[in-house]
């Protein structure tokens, strides 16, 4: 695991919320709302919502 100190950037932030967008685009494409991923995939709207904000991936 990488240390990340406080004075620097986030060096995956861009790359999550790279990801966030894409998973956001194909959630909307599919017309299903947060709640409706969330309960297909088994994991909490609150993720969903963390995952296309640039949240945790984990």
């Not at 966030?20 to 494409?29: F, L, V, W």
């Amino acid at each position: 695991m990488v240390a990340l100190d406080r004075g620097h950037p986030d060096p995956l932030g861009s790359k999550r919320m790279e990801l966030g967008s894409h998973i956001k685009e194909h959630r909307t494409e599919l017309g299903l709302s947060q709640d409706d991923l969330a309960e297909r995939i088994y994991v909490s709207r609150q993720t969903i919502s963390n995952w296309e904000c640039g949240g945790s991936l984990r």
